[in-house]
């Protein structure tokens, strides 16, 4: 079975301030990672993902994340936050061969960005 | 713009009632997921398909809630009787395989 572990519940930052949301992962097999953005009543929207090849990842909004997989981490990085990041943030793993778990998601992470 | 379409956005009931809810995935896309929200237990996964077959439904109470395909443009999760515990935001999603999913404006459910 797969699972995910956001080790922040929440993350305050001040305005155009560098971030980092932590994402860790556990599989027997070789995995995609995602990222996700939740906005209040809103759907989630995919920020970036990591399938295969380069392990730095580029996404939207200026995101980018990082597959490390001797720790088994994927965490999200951005250099300068705006407000309108303020958003809950999932981390997300899927088996590449399919199976029971589909996508699993993680418990998310709040950012509040401080003005 | 593709998108995938939940109706109802909001639904408030009695409890004992039946609730469908219905997504209409992007066209093309072969897999579909249920997923249900709440602050307690994060993201759930209730059931998903590929290619309209259930390959898993193993997150849903199965004496009450219910998932199909009737074809490639509907999808829809039927909780019947519905219960107080099951208020939520449901979710669907559509995808290619395990690649990503894009996920709809979710049903927010309140049951009274």
């Known amino acids: 079975a797969q699972s995910v572990t956001q080790l922040d519940s929440q993350v305050p930052v001040f305005e155009e301030a560098p971030v980092e949301l932590r994402c860790n992962y556990s599989s027997s097999v070789s995995v995609y990672l995602f990222w996700y953005v939740q906005y209040p009543n809103q759907g989630l929207q995919l920020l970036l993902k990591y399938l295969s090849g380069s392990t730095l990842v580029k996404g939207i909004n200026g995101f980018e994340a990082e597959f490390n997989k001797s720790q088994t981490s994927f965490h999200l990085r951005k250099p300068s936050v705006h407000i309108s990041d303020t958003a809950e943030y999932f981390c997300?793993?899927?088996?590449?061969?399919?199976?029971?778990?589909?996508?699993?998601f993680g418990k998310g992470t709040h950012l509040i960005i401080q003005p | 713009d593709a998108r995938v379409t939940q109706t109802p956005r909001h639904k408030v009931t009695e409890m004992g009632q039946e609730v469908t809810m219905r997504c209409q995935p992007i066209?093309?896309?072969?897999?579909v997921f249920w997923y249900r929200q709440t602050m307690m237990q994060g993201l759930e996964l209730l059931a998903y398909?590929?290619?309209?077959?259930?390959?898993?439904d193993s997150g849903m109470p199965k004496d009450r809630f219910s998932a199909e395909m009737p074809d490639a443009t509907l999808a829809t999760l039927k909780i019947q009787p519905s219960e107080p515990r099951d208020s939520a935001v449901y979710f669907c999603?559509?995808?290619?395989?395990?690649?990503?999913?894009?996920f709809g404006q979710g049903t927010r459910l309140t049951v009274v």
């Open positions: 066209l093309g896309h072969n897999t």
């Open positions: 999603a559509s995808g290619l395989g395990w690649t990503e999913a894009f």
């Open positions: 997300a793993v899927s088996d590449p061969r399919g199976g029971a778990d589909g996508l699993t």
């Open positions: 398909f590929r290619n309209r077959a259930p390959l898993d």
